[in-house]
């Protein structure tokens, strides 16, 4: 009865386990690629074959996202049939595998039992040549999960992924292309594949345009990853190395602009005061007129200062109109 339980009990973890991560694959020629199940952050990444017979050994795509997400790859950018592969690595160290054709109907099919030569190693007419050799390709760097792995193929057999332990994550950079001049410097984005959250190796992702870039050499370059600065960004910069001139002219004709609006205002408000000036003498003058015609009417010095009073003129006016009249105030 325990047999039977730790039975349905490994049935059931190996169940969940395979589903835990899934990557389903449709299209032809322009592939959907559904990954689910990831926790976090993954890398998708898919391989092209490039020897005979065809392994996916040649990176030419690479993408990240987070938890479940779709990409969508042309197969055309890459212009090679035969066997695809396919993965998935996630932030918690799952990893998904998966194969496809490309132009080449049943380059994934296992040879049925009636294909397979009758001779055995010893028979007559055998020998030990006759068995294809499994061809491997090299091991991958270390990974963030401390696992390498490799691709391995044989006649009779699909591409198998063979995954062994390592001792420590080694970085894979996947840098972009160069972006184009702008401010005589070029820039690069660059991804590494295996997540190691370390720097060591990281490809300098700046340099200028007539230089050749130092620092280490990423392990690939993907035209898929864009750079991190678009044509845009580098037009706000300036396209030339006259910036510092350009900026200094707008200074200057900011600062003439300035200048020109506070002549305008001092000249309103000269003009304002002349003319207020010219207003007083004016009424001042209108001030000693009447006073005078109030004094050669007979009215007395005292009447004339009750009727000021309850005017706007000032005392000191008043007094001065009295003085220049040569009128007694008192």
Request: hydrophobic share 35%; proline share 5%; glycine share 6%.
């Amino acid at each position: 009865m325990k047999r039977i339980f730790l039975f349905c009990l490994i049935a059931l973890l190996s169940i969940s386990l395979a589903t835990a991560v899934s990557l389903e694959v449709t299209g032809d020629d322009i592939l959907t690629i559904d990954i689910q199940g990831c926790v976090g952050n993954s890398i998708l990444q898919i391989h092209k074959p490039d020897s005979v017979p065809p392994l996916p050994s040649t990176l030419v795509d690479i993408s990240s996202g987070t938890g479940d997400w779709v990409h969508i790859y042309d197969t055309a950018a890459s212009d090679v049939t035969g066997a695809y592969g396919i993965s998935v690595s996630c932030a918690d160290t799952t990893i998904a595998s998966t194969s496809l054709c490309v132009d080449a109907p049943g380059c994934l099919d296992v040879d049925t039992p009636d294909d397979i030569p009758d001779e055995t190693p010893g028979s007559p007419g055998s020998s030990s040549s006759n068995r294809q050799p499994v061809t491997c390709t090299d091991w991958d760097l270390c990974n963030a999960s401390l696992e390498q792995s490799r691709t391995c193929t044989a006649r009779y057999q699909n591409p198998r992924i063979e995954v062994q332990e390592c001792a420590k994550c080694q970085e894979s950079w996947i840098c972009s292309e160069w972006s184009s001049c702008r401010n005589n410097k070029n820039y690069r984005t660059c991804v590494d594949e295996h997540q190691c959250t370390t720097a060591v190796t990281k490809p300098h992702l700046e340099k200028s345009c007539a230089s050749v870039a130092g620092g280490f050499p990423p392990a690939g370059v993907n035209n898929q990853i864009s750079p991190p600065v678009d044509e845009g960004f580098f037009s706000n910069l300036g396209t030339n190395d006259n910036t510092t001139e350009t900026t200094l002219t707008k200074t200057l004709i900011i600062w003439g602009a300035v200048g020109l609006v506070v002549l305008i205002l001092l000249i309103f408000l000269i003009v304002f005061l002349v003319k207020r000036k010219h207003s007083s003498d004016t009424n001042f003058d209108d001030l000693k007129k009447w006073v005078h015609d109030e004094a050669e009417m007979g009215a007395s010095t005292e009447a004339i200062h009750q009727t000021l009073a309850t005017t706007q003129w000032r005392p000191s006016e008043v007094q001065r109109a009295f003085q220049e009249l040569g009128i007694n105030a008192q």
